[in-house]
C-alpha cells in the first residue's frame, strides 16, 4: 500500500513540476512576443542619477528585438548583437544576454526587467558577472544603470 501511495504521489508530483515547466516557457514566450520591435531609451539613471536629457537624445539609444535576437544602436551605429533569454517566473523577472559581437562579444549579461504596456525597465550586472540584479535602483558606488525604453511607434 505503502509503494502504491507513493508512486501515486510522486507522479502527481512530476505532472505538477511538467505543468508548471511549460507555463512558465508559455510566460517566457508571451514576453519574448511583447519584446519584438524597436525601443527608445527615455531615461537612463547611473549611479544614483539621472543621465541629463540632452546627452540622452543625442546617444539616441535604441534596442531592436526580432524572435529571440537582439541589437543595440546608438547614434544609429551597431553597439552589440546577440541573443536573449527571458525568465519571468522570477521575481523580479529574469533577463540573460549571450553576447556576440561588440566589446564584450562572448560574454554574457545578467539582468533584470519590468514590461508594462510599451515601456520596458532593464538593469544589468556589468558582462561576465554572475550575479544578478535584485532592484531597479542605483548607488553611487555601484556600477551597471537603469534604462527605460519606449516602443517606437510604427
Excluded at 546617444?59 to 525568465?87: A, C, F, P, T
Aim: net charge positive; proline share 3%; no cysteine.
Amino acid at each position: 500500500m505503502f509503494r502504491t501511495t507513493w508512486a501515486a504521489l510522486t507522479a502527481v508530483a512530476l505532472g505538477w513540476l511538467a505543468v508548471a515547466s511549460a507555463q512558465e516557457k508559455g510566460d517566457a514566450d508571451k514576453d519574448l512576443k511583447r519584446f519584438q520591435g524597436s525601443w527608445t531609451v527615455v531615461k537612463w539613471e547611473e549611479k544614483g542619477k539621472p543621465l541629463a536629457e540632452e546627452k540622452l537624445k543625442k546617444l539616441d539609444v535604441k534596442l531592436v528585438v526580432k524572435g529571440d535576437k537582439y541589437e543595440e544602436r546608438v547614434d544609429g551605429k551597431l553597439e552589440e548583437e546577440g541573443k536573449l533569454k527571458l525568465d519571468p517566473s522570477k521575481k523580479p523577472a529574469a533577463i540573460d544576454l549571450s553576447i556576440a559581437s561588440g566589446k564584450d562579444k562572448g560574454k554574457n549579461q545578467r539582468g533584470i526587467y519590468e514590461l508594462k504596456g510599451d515601456t520596458l525597465r532593464f538593469r544589468f550586472a556589468r558582462p561576465g558577472d554572475e550575479r544578478r540584479p535584485t532592484t531597479f535602483t542605483t548607488k553611487e558606488d555601484e556600477e551597471g544603470g537603469v534604462m527605460t525604453f519606449r516602443r517606437d511607434k510604427k
